[in-house]
């Protein structure tokens, strides 16, 4: 674990009266260059969309490939293949996700959050800069050398919050 550590600074009292104009500007100036950066997204697909992966001592599996659908599941927008699907600890499985060409201007992040035994973390994949509609990341898996578990990865979609809400056809016949 990585931790930042406190610093503290003590003053005397009287010098800190002045400081807090400073302190104020300084923070005012911040907030107003705030807005124009931040990007507050959403989740564009189905929480379901999970791939779990088995590490257990012997040989490498084969890929495991599923499709990811949109948020009611009724839609297939993309697929994730992780490779291998199988593996002893120490093995390093690429996961490649794929967002069909219908639905990549919408997606800014993808996202796997990794569930398992060993407790939760979640890992921001990279974005192909050439179509933005692959992206990919690599685990290794950790532990001790003989363990045997199930992670499960989520895949996560995300779309900018402001985007226009999507109607499926499915969804609009209903």
């Not at 293949?81 to 997606?107: A, C, K, M, S, Y």
Request: with cysteine; aromatic share 6%.
């Amino acid at each position: 674990m990585i931790s930042a550590g406190a610093r503290t600074r003590h003053l005397a009292h009287a010098s800190i009266a002045p400081r807090l104009g400073l302190v104020a500007c300084v923070l005012a100036a911040l907030a107003a260059c705030k807005g124009e950066d931040e990007i507050v997204v959403r989740p564009f697909n189905n929480e379901g969309d999970t791939i779990s992966i088995e590490v257990a001592p012997g040989d490498l599996g084969d890929p495991l490939t599923v499709d990811l659908t949109s948020n009611t599941g009724a839609v297939v927008i993309g697929s994730a293949t992780v490779d291998p699907g199988r593996g002893p600890v120490g093995t390093n499985h690429l996961l490649i996700v794929e967002v069909f060409d219908d639905w990549q201007e919408r997606i800014e992040l993808a996202t796997i959050t990794s569930d398992g035994q060993r407790g939760s973390e979640e890992y921001t994949m990279r974005q192909d800069a050439a179509d933005p509609g692959f992206f990919d990341l690599t685990l290794t898996s950790l532990g001790l050398a003989d363990e045997t578990r199930t992670d499960t990865w989520t895949i996560t979609l995300w779309e900018p919050s402001d985007a226009p809400e999507v109607v499926f056809e499915d969804e609009a016949t209903q």
